[in-house]
């Protein structure tokens, strides 16, 4: 079993129906299509209990105001443990704040699993492809098209992930600083 943070930012259903066809087409629904479209802000750890987890998120959640996001970019990220390059809707309004909210969340009991050799990049995954040219390609024609998908963040949600078990979210908490 392990734990994971994410954000689920609230968008128009439009917007929302179309990443989620996306996430679909091109196998972008990492966690299971039950969580839908999110950022990743902890990434999956056995680091810490729920209990302390969840006392962590409210501590950093009431200090951390809601933040407004708008994802206006694709780009290709290549996986060197998989192979494979993922395709991410990455926001430019708000990414520093979300950088900064997952710093602050890998504090407490989440510090000693930050990943240093591995880059931060906030965003939606898409899709993910075994050919990086194929995920280049749907890069280039997302990008033609001039996305804006205008978001807010306004909760950090707490899921356990066990094999062969849907994930169960454990518990929601509203930012509020």
Known sequence: MSLVVLGRP???????????????RHRGAIFQESIGAHVTL??????????????????VAAETAPIELS????MPW???????????LVPDAGNGALIRLHDYLYSGPFADVL????????HITLGRFGEAKIA??????????????????ETVELFRLS???????????ALRG
Do not use: C
């Open 10 to 24: 609230a968008m128009a259903a439009a917007d929302r129906a179309w990443i989620d066809a996306l996430r679909g």
């Open 42 to 59: 902890v990434f999956p750890t056995e680091v810490t209990d729920p209990t302390s987890a969840t006392s962590h998120l409210a501590t």
């Open 71 to 74: 994802f206006r970019a694709a």
């Open 78 to 88: 290549l996986d060197k443990f998989s192979g494979e390059t993922y395709v991410y």
């Open 115 to 122: 990943r240093l050799d591995l880059p931060y990049v906030p």
């Open 136 to 153: 280049k390609a749907l890069v280039d024609d997302l990008n033609a098209q001039e996305i804006e998908i205008r978001a807010r963040l």
């Open 163 to 173: 094999e062969g078990e849907a994930p169960r979210r454990l518990a929601e908490v």
